[in-house]
């Protein structure tokens, strides 16, 4: 199960409705790379396949590849603003290891494919 904070899911009501595409929905993966290993996928995506799960999240529909449930599963996504600035963030129970930017990751079985560029 994801878990997408209130303030989050309006941000992304808010870019979803942007978007202007019919049937658009937020995808959410893993790629390997990032300074730990594995960098988080977020965007949206009209594009359905037989290897998605979806799920019904804040009122969005939320699609993870199959594959990928095993990283994400209890992840927390939070919008967050600061002063002039904010951003997504996200906490993954399953991450043993984060880089100092946030945005990649590796777990106690999995360590991906980590880049030898620092963040």
Do not use: H, W
């Amino acid at each position: 199960m994801i878990n997408i904070s209130e303030k989050a899911a309006e941000q992304l009501k808010v870019m979803l409705a942007e978007q202007e595409v019919p049937n658009m929905f937020l995808r959410i993966g893993v790629t390997p790379g990032g300074c730990s290993g594995f960098s988080y996928a977020m965007g949206f995506d009209d594009n359905e396949t037989d290897q998605d799960v979806y799920m019904d999240i804040q009122e969005m529909k939320v699609v993870v590849e199959k594959e990928n449930l095993r990283y994400l599963d209890g992840l927390e996504i939070d919008f967050e603003e600061s002063g002039m600035t904010g951003g997504f963030t996200i906490n993954n129970p399953n991450a043993t290891a984060t880089c100092g930017c946030g945005s990649s990751f590796r777990t106690a079985t999995d360590a991906g494919k980590p880049n030898e560029e620092p963040c």
